[in-house]
Each structure stands twice: as C-alpha cells, then as structure tokens.
C-alpha cells in the first residue's frame, strides 16, 4: 500500500500518467467546448423529436450525465442506449448520436448500422477508427477528436461535444457562462485535492482512506445520479474496486428496506451521499432520512457537497472529485490505474468468437 502523502512514488504504478489525464480534466472540457461550440449541422436535424445516444462505458457517460443536465431544459426527450440493438420507436424523426472514444466498439458499429437502416439522422463523436470511416463514408457529420487516454478519462470531451450538439440544434440556451464556470471550480476543488495536498487537508485522499477495504455504495439524485454512476465505473476501472450507486428518490423506496440484512454487512460497507443545494427540497429530506437509517444500523456514511452555482459546474466539478478519490483508492491497493486485463481479456475472448 503506497503511502498518499509520497505523490512521487505514484509514478510506479501510474507509469502511463492517469493522474495527468485527471488533473487535465477542466483544460479538456474548456478544449473540447471550444472545439464544438461553433458547430454547423444540417437543418434537418433541428427537425427531430427525439435523441438516443448510443455507446458503452466510458463512451457513454457523457450521454448519462448530459440527459440528467438537460432534463428540464430540453423539449425532446434523450435515451442513451446502450445494446447491440436499437429501440423500436428509432426513426427519421430520431436523431442517433454515436459515442466512441475508439470508434471500434463493437455494440455501437452496431447500433449505427441499425440506425442508417431505420432512416434516423446519424452523427458520430469518435477520435477515429470504424465508426469515423463508416460516418465518412456515408457523408454524415463526423464530430473529431484528438486525446490519447483510456475512454473514461475522455469525459470532458464527450460531454461538452453532446452538449454543443444539443446546443446547435436550438434545444438548450448557450452554455458557455456555465461551462466557464465550471472549468474556474474544477481548478479551484484540484487545488485542495491534488496529489501534493498531504492527507490531513485532503478530503478526496481522507475519502480514499475510509474506503479501503470497504464496499463503497454511492447515493445521488437529479443531475447528481449520473455521477454516482460515475464514481462507481471510476472505482471500478481505475481502483479495481466494487462499487454500488444507487439514485434518490427511488432508493428510500426500496433499497432501505434492505439496511438490516446480512447483519455484518455495515463493517464492510461505506456509504458516500452526493448532495447540492439545487436539489429538490423535498429530495433532501430524503437524503436526511436515509442518513439516519444508514446510522440506525451502523453504516458509515460521508457527504458530498457539489460545489458551484449552475448544475453543470455542480456536475462536473463532484466528478473531478470522484476521479481523484478513485485514483487515490487505486494506489492504496497497489494497482495501476491505467490497466484494463479483465476488459480486454473479454474483448480478445469475443474476438475469437
């Protein structure tokens, strides 16, 4: 187990710089609005009724997070699908984008296939492979970008390409003033929580800590539930740890129900709540309540305020936080952050298939 307050000795492990590619997370959202926000796309596509992003992973949570962002806002509803197939109700009024930080994704070649076949109006966001090929070849617009990383750590990319998008099409007002304002809290959280930040005054290290060698279950609601689905995917890629997420209101209809048993599960267990003062009201009495059940049955629970004032800067500001405490938990277990085996242990099994 690395010791958090020896940053330089994060190297042996981290030797393809997944910390750099976390730390550089506000100058690739700032980067890749830059990169979009101007972009021109046919006037048929401003006549849709409705968008599905299709994608898997770490290609896909840009279309999570956008579709809890926009969900008051946008007056067309957004699907992100994630399947071999496509839904039903996909046609020439359906605007399809696809999502591939490679463009070889197996499932998503797929559904733009699909996607061509049902008439819908296709757009591809890739840094090249199959899908750029395939997108050029039939004269669709193609949304290109240049960043070698892993897919999830190309979030910022994905996210403001889907929201610049959504924004040319006239479905949502100009998003800069947010995206500024995010990119200024990002810098400003990293500050506190970089890796040079010793342990005592770091609260995504002092998280990672409380963490280790515990199950971490991670509770959000609203434009928050989709970064508990990223916090967990986080765990798992880059700590190699389980991990549990879980959305509100839905889980204090169900979920705590189940605190009681198996009995010895609260000394395995970790709870970490995502909270913001945009939430419903009535949303964070339900936050109150589940920490008081959580306590009731001896659950160890920490929360999370997002910081910011627009839910963009809220969103991608827990993210970053999220990414550093999963990067902090990945040294604590002695694992390269960066390595992907039982992943591509599936995708070579699949491809003798």
Known sequence: MLDLDAPLD????????????????????????????????????????QVVI????????????????????????????RDYTLPAFVDQRTLVIACSYSGNTEETLLGFDNALRSGARVLSITTGGELARKTREQDLPLCLFHYETQPRAAVGY??????????????VSDKSADVAEAVAVMWQWQAEIKESVPSAENAAKSLAMKLHQRLP??????????VARRWKGQFNENAKSWCVFDVLPELTHNTVAGYPFP??????????ILTSMLNHPRVLLRFDITRELLQEHGFACDTVEARGHSALAQMLSTVHLGDYVSYYLAMLYDVDPWSMESIQLVKERLGRL
């Open 10 to 49: 994060f190297a042996a492990l981290d030797q393809q710089g997944m910390l750099a590619c976390i730390a550089g997370l506000p100058r690739q959202c700032e980067d890749g609005w830059n990169g979009i926000r101007d972009l021109e796309l046919p006037d048929e596509y401003r006549k849709v009724n």
């Open 54 to 81: 299709i994608g898997i992973g770490g290609s896909a949570i840009g279309g999570d997070l956008l579709r809890t962002l926009l969900v008051q806002e946008c007056p067309v509803p957004i699907i992100v699908h």
């Open 158 to 171: 994905s996210l403001m390409y889907l929201l610049g998008i959504m924004q040319c099409l006239g479905f």
């Open 217 to 226: 279950v991670v509770y959000g609601a609203e434009h928050l539930s989709e």
């Open 263 to 272: 009995p010895g599960l609260p000394h395995s267990v970790h709870v970490v």
